[in-house]
């Protein structure tokens, strides 16, 4: 009687680990089960920053200011004008790009204290048509209901020129201005401060290079005299656009992509200028030899 509740109480543990041994299936992309005993390390946190590295993937003296901008660095992140209100979403790559949302927020027409909102996308997608770099940037353009957009894409925003007139939806009897920079929350954006503050001191230095350079160039041009003038107004001018950024004050997000903007829009002036002429360069080799003997410039 013994020996036979022994045999039977075998059986039922050879049983159970059997039954043990089945359950640990691989799942198709699942890591294999670790042995018994092994130490499992813990999985490190894939945590992403909404700021983007303005140091990867460019080469060049300014590469430490070019913005890693393009469709990828938007694709499924919502985004914010002045990160606070309305939503716009982008989907699609460098080939095809399409706005999954947009959310406008404005004022009534016929009452301008009453708030309103208007959602443009529907079940369809609105398509964006890559027209170009004309100031440097990846511009798409979009025939948006009652609102033609177009934006430039930056590292994790879009910059949206200021319209001159609102967009005007008569049936839903509201009014609003989509101009300015479309990013992330603003009150997401307070821990990344100081990196914002190194990236935009990178992005102002790459700016000084490039407008010395076109400072240089203003004796015999006139488009870079223009383009130095035009340089005076930035500073207040980006105040300006930036100053209802959430938190602005605090991380300066909004001034970083404005500064970056300009870069490649000073870059694609210069560009547009052409070599300078055989005296002009002559002259400026001239200027930096006596410079290095240490003649004093008159």
Not at 65 to 83: D, K, V
Not at 282 to 292: I, Q
Request: glycine share 10%.
């Amino acid at each position: 009687m013994t020996r036979r509740f022994r045999y039977l109480i075998c059986g039922l543990l050879a049983v159970l680990a059997a039954s043990e041994t089945r359950a640990q299936l691989v799942l198709p992309g699942a890591a294999p089960a670790e042995p018994q005993g092994a130490r499992v390390a813990p999985a490190k946190p894939k945590h992403k920053s909404p700021v983007a590295s303005t140091e990867a993937g460019s080469g060049g003296k300014d590469a430490e200011a070019s913005p890693a901008a393009g469709i990828a660095s938007l694709a499924g992140r919502p985004l914010m004008l002045n990160g606070k209100s309305g939503q716009l979403q982008i989907s699609g790559d460098d080939k095809s790009v399409t706005i999954d949302k947009l959310q406008l927020v404005g004022e009534g027409v016929s009452d301008s204290s009453q708030r309103c909102v208007v959602d443009i996308v529907g079940e369809t997608p609105i398509e964006a048509t890559n027209v170009g770099r004309p100031d440097g940037l990846e511009r798409y353009e979009a025939k948006v209901p009652a609102c033609p957009i177009s934006f430039d894409v930056l590292s994790g925003a879009v910059l949206v020129p200021t319209q001159i007139t609102a967009c005007v939806f008569k049936a839903a009897d509201c009014q609003t201005a989509p101009g300015g920079v479309w990013g992330p929350d603003g009150a997401s954006l307070v821990g990344d401060a100081a990196k914002i503050m190194k990236e935009r001191a990178a992005a102002e230095k790459a700016m000084g290079k490039i407008l010395h350079t076109v400072e240089d160039r203003a004796g015999d041009s006139t488009q870079a005299a223009d383009l130095v003038r035009d340089q005076n107004a930035f500073a207040g001018q980006r105040d300006e656009l930036c100053r209802d950024y959430a938190k602005e004050s605090v991380h300066g997000y909004c001034a970083l992509r404005v500064t970056e903007a300009r870069v490649a829009l000073l870059r694609t002036r210069l560009d547009e200028l052409g070599p300078a002429t055989a005296s002009k360069a002559a002259s400026e080799k001239g200027k930096k030899a006596k410079s290095k003997k240490g003649v004093k410039q008159p």
